[in-house]
């Protein structure tokens, strides 16, 4: 009698610690692994559409984040793309660098039942516009040479709207995608932006 109160007690324990780990595990996926007080770096590279300018460019950045809590995140972005185009006018070529430094927030949606963290983000950013006017080289015969004629620098204020997600590989390593909609203020200068964005981040 007392081996068989004694095998169940150890099976009923065994079944107990299970459901209480198969209950951890669905916490862990629920509420996916973020850290409050602490400060992740990194890089990005992605895809930049301008406004006013028929082709794409390949954006690159750095970036670092604050956790203030367990879903809100404060940081700063570095981000640099530069692409040139031929207007109408035959000969004539345009090149626009857009170098920025911004200040924004990210919202974290912490219930959810998905090992991603998805997440809104909005800021602001300082841009500084560099516009070439570029002529063709009439007296040479190469079509690649061209001769500088005008070169331009604005700094411009933008608003960034967008969202992405977040996924924990190891336990100091995040990858991430991000799209996000920059709004240059001005009219001066008309290159609003879409960018998808895929970066690493490294926690401190």
Do not use: C
């Amino acid at each position: 009698m007392k081996k068989f109160v004694y095998s169940g007690a150890v099976i009923a324990a065994g079944l107990l610690s299970n459901q209480v780990f198969a209950q951890d595990v669905v916490t862990q996926k629920q509420r996916p692994n973020i850290y409050t007080d602490t400060v992740t770096v990194g890089a990005k590279v992605g895809y930049v559409n301008a406004e006013n300018i028929d082709q794409g460019a390949m954006g690159i950045g750095i970036f670092s984040d604050y956790a203030v809590s367990t879903n809100f995140l404060v940081g700063g972005t570095v981000d640099y793309w530069q692409q040139s185009y031929e207007t109408g006018r035959s000969g004539r070529r345009i090149g626009v660098q857009d170098l920025s430094a911004g200040l924004n927030s990210k919202l974290i949606f912490t219930n959810v039942t998905t090992p991603f963290r998805p997440y809104a983000s909005a800021g602001l950013a300082a841009h500084r516009f560099t516009v070439s006017v570029s002529e063709q080289d009439q007296e040479n015969n190469e079509v690649d040479e061209w001769e500088d004629e005008l070169q331009d620098v604005e700094g411009e204020l933008g608003v960034d709207l967008g969202g992405g997600a977040l996924y924990r590989v190891q336990p100091q390593i995040d990858v991430s995608g991000e799209f996000r909609y920059r709004n240059i203020l001005e009219d001066t200068v008309k290159y609003d932006q879409w960018q998808i964005m895929g970066g690493l981040a490294y926690l401190m």
